[in-house]
T-cell receptor, first 119, second 114 residues
Framework: AQKITQTQPGMFVQEKEAVTLDCTYDTSDPSYGLFWYKQPSSGEMIFLIYQGSYDQQNATEGRYSLNFQKARKSANLVISASQLGDSAMYFCAMREGRFSSGSARQLTFGSGTQLTVLP | GAGVSQSPSNKVTEKGKDVELRCDPISGHTALYWYRQSLGQGLEFLIYFQGNSAPDKSGLPSDRFSAERTGGSVSTLTIQRTQQEDSAVYLC????????????FGPGTRLTVT
């Protein structure tokens, strides 16, 4: 089974509008972390936001927020007030295991969503 | 400060040749990761180093792939007898350690096997 599923291969949004990128995950580990990365056409991976499995509040970073619904195993990224520079590939990723234990250190990535912001 | 650097940025090689890809992590970062990204796909974990511990090689796709990390800093990923399916972008990332959640990625090396 896929550990990270991103069902939207491509999304379009009008400049200045909000957009939600979907991500569902699958794990039996009670301790995990969820990440979103942005990959512009230049290729670098840019960290956007992180949500821990025990965090009570949804994570926010500027125009980015993570809609974390633990029971549904969903971690959608919300971008508010889209800008042309937001056009990029967006990846959801998960790390399983407690961070302090050093277990399962690597990230497992979804297949990504290509976001295009229209002027 | 300087980010993660990788060299070369592009590498074209003939099938059957060996290649070496280099990663220079952020100074002070003890954890180093290698990932592979095939065209239009997400990232696939290859190998992980943490300090002086034995590396986690669980993601290496075959014994043609190996990696080392010298002096707890620079890492080299070696692919022997390259195949066309090895063509991908190879990304390196580093982090402060296992307790740090943020991984900082380098620009990647685009490998093309002809």
């Amino acid at each position: 089974a896929q550990k990270i599923t991103q069902t939207q291969p491509g999304m379009f949004v009008q400049e200045k509008e909000a957009v939600t990128l979907d991500c569902t995950y699958d794990t039996s580990d009670p301790s995990y972390g969820l990440f979103w990365y942005k990959q512009p056409s230049s290729g670098e991976m840019i960290f956007l936001i992180y949500q821990g499995s025990y965090d009570q509040q949804n994570a926010t970073e500027g125009r980015y927020s993570l809609n974390f619904q633990k029971a549904r195993k969903s971690a959608n990224l919300v971008i508010s007030a889209s800008q042309l520079g937001d056009s990029a590939m967006y990846f959801c990723a998960m790390r399983e295991g407690r961070f302090s234990s050093g277990s399962a250190r690597q990230l497992t990535f979804g297949s990504g969503t290509q976001l295009t912001v229209l002027p | 400060g300087a980010g993660v650097s990788q060299s070369p940025s592009n590498k074209v090689t003939e099938k059957g040749k060996d290649v070496e890809l280099r990663c220079d992590p952020i100074s002070g970062h003890t954890a180093l990761y290698w990932y592979r990204q095939s065209l239009g796909q997400g990232l696939e974990f290859l190998i992980y180093f943490q300090g002086n511990s034995a590396p986690d090689k669980s993601g290496l796709p075959s014994d043609r792939f190996s990696a080392e990390r010298t002096g707890g800093s620079v890492s080299t990923l070696t692919i022997q007898r390259t195949q066309q399916e090895d063509s991908a972008v190879y990304l390196c990332a580093s982090s402060l350690g296992t307790a740090s959640y943020e991984q900082y990625f380098g620009p990647g090396t685009r490998l093309t096997v002809t």
